[in-house]
């Protein structure tokens, strides 16, 4: 049976597996200029002016041309959040189990509120690198 982490790992790996088949990126999308009306349609080209795909409308090829460069960029992401959320569900718990045995009250809720400011702490520095890697230019 698949766990969680099993099914992000593999839908990852697909989406690297489609892009590294693809045309390099990035392509552009920026200027319309760049983009040239053809047959009814619309061809998106790489910096090197190498023409990659053609769609019908502005919108698809322009949405073609951003996943070019964002869904690699969102894997990475998710590579991120999911190491992130990893450290977060396995904390040290030898502390813990230490406070437990001692019975000192006071000591078991310092140790959990240590466990769970270091849990919020790597929860905002994985959020921090995700938000940097989905910022990340081209």
């Known amino acids: 049976m698949s766990t969680p982490s099993d099914i992000i790992r593999a839908a990852i790996a697909r989406s690297r597996e489609l892009s590294n088949a693809a045309t390099p990126a ?3 999308n920026a200027d319309a ?37 964002a869904l690699p960029l969102r894997d990475d992401a998710l590579e991120i959040a999911e190491r992130g959320l990893k450290q977060i569900s396995r904390p040290d718990q030898t502390e813990l189990r230490e406070a437990i045995a001692s019975g000192d009250s006071a000591r078991i809720i310092e140790v ?3 466990m769970l400011n270091r849990g919020r702490d790597r929860a905002e520095k994985t959020l921090a690198a995700i938000a940097a890697k989905l910022e990340e230019k081209p």
């Open 112 to 114: 959990v509120t240590g």
């Open 33 to 69: 200029s760049v983009l040239s009306e053809h047959l009814g349609g619309y061809y998106i080209a790489q910096y090197d002016g190498q023409k990659t795909t053609h769609a019908k409308d502005w919108e698809n090829a322009e949405f073609s041309s951003f996943a070019r460069t």
């Open 26 to 28: 990035p392509w552009i």
